[in-house]
């Protein structure tokens, strides 16, 4: 170093490269085990989701989807294993945990009421009261409504159109956008493109790619792989409720998911960590 402190001119310090870190998955279950009575549901079950990627998570009716769906949106108590949240483990003990948290479902049947408009169905259960009178702040609702759907590239003709007039890839955007209007991290999609038509369903797929380049975790579960394929980072196959293969799907074909999820040849091709 120099008199005057500084560095002598072309020797700066030695400074050591920055350690790599690992990624970290927002939303991780480890080991969970599910049992109904005498049926085995889930079976030591991991699953992962991280930040900014879509997840579809695959498998045949009775695989366990739904069970491991149900687990994390808190409607399921594991018999066994862990959920961990952003590196800390968390206690799940029903559907307002996981929602705190900052994990919403669309689950399939949307949950929307058909006879309210746009802005009703964005707010229910937690509208905004105008003081000191209570009454709604229509105009204040409205405006952050339309704020959310353009934030997702959402197309209605109006926020005060009622539910019933939307076209079902609508319905199925303001179901999601009512997941991440309060501060969602996580979204898990149940059979989003089910009944839709092709141009819905390219609408809603576009979606799924916007939440995932906004940052948030996306576990998309369908029986659809030619979408699946379309939009997912990775696949994870459930068979017979156990985890049986995880699949990178810029390298994998979708016959290889296809035998994984049947058992066929199961085997003869190598899952991608």
């Keep these: 170093m120099s008199e005057t402190g500084g560095w002598p001119?072309?020797?700066?310090?030695?400074?050591?490269?920055?350690?790599?870190?690992?990624r970290q998955p927002i939303l991780e279950l480890r080991s969970i085990s599910k049992h109904f009575g005498a049926v085995q549901a889930l079976s030591s079950v991991d699953f992962e989701v991280y930040p900014a990627e879509v997840v579809a998570l695959?498998?045949?009716?009775?695989?366990g989807k739904s069970t491991l769906v149900k687990t994390m949106a808190g409607i399921n108590i594991p018999d066994s294993g862990e959920i961990w949240f952003e590196g800390k483990h968390v206690a799940i003990h029903g559907p307002r945990e996981p929602a705190a948290l900052g994990i919403s479902t669309v689950y399939q049947d949307l949950a929307l009421c058909d006879?309210?408009?746009?802005?009703?169905?964005?707010?229910?259960?937690?509208?905004e009261i105008q003081p000191p009178v209570p009454l709604l702040s229509e105009e204040r609702m409205e405006h952050r409504a339309r704020e959310v759907l353009t934030s997702l590239d959402v197309k209605i003709p109006s926020v005060r159109n009622p539910v019933a007039a939307l076209s079902g890839g609508q319905r199925q955007s303001v179901a999601v956008a009512r997941?991440?209007?309060?501060?969602?991290?996580?979204?898990?999609?149940?059979?989003?493109?089910?009944?839709?038509?092709?141009?819905?369903?390219?609408?809603?797929?576009?979606?799924?790619?916007r939440l995932r380049n906004q940052g948030l975790g996306v576990i998309l579960i369908s029986h659809n792989l030619a979408n699946v394929f379309e939009v997912a980072d990775r696949i994870v196959v459930l068979r017979l409720g156990r985890r049986v293969g995880t699949f990178d799907r810029s390298k994998m074909s979708e016959e290889a998911v296809v035998a994984a999820i049947t058992g066929a040849?199961?085997?003869?091709?190598?899952p991608q960590a």
């Design 265 to 270: 040849e199961f085997g003869k091709f190598q």
């Design 179 to 209: 997941s991440v209007m309060w501060k969602a991290k996580v979204v898990m999609l149940d059979e989003p493109t089910a009944a839709l038509g092709v141009q819905q369903t390219k609408q809603v797929l576009e979606l799924v790619l």
């Design 9 to 22: 001119a072309g020797h700066p310090p030695s400074v050591p490269a920055p350690v790599p870190t690992e």
């Design 58 to 63: 695959v498998g045949d009716n009775g695989a």
């Design 115 to 127: 006879n309210l408009d746009v802005v009703a169905n964005l707010y229910l259960g937690r509208e």
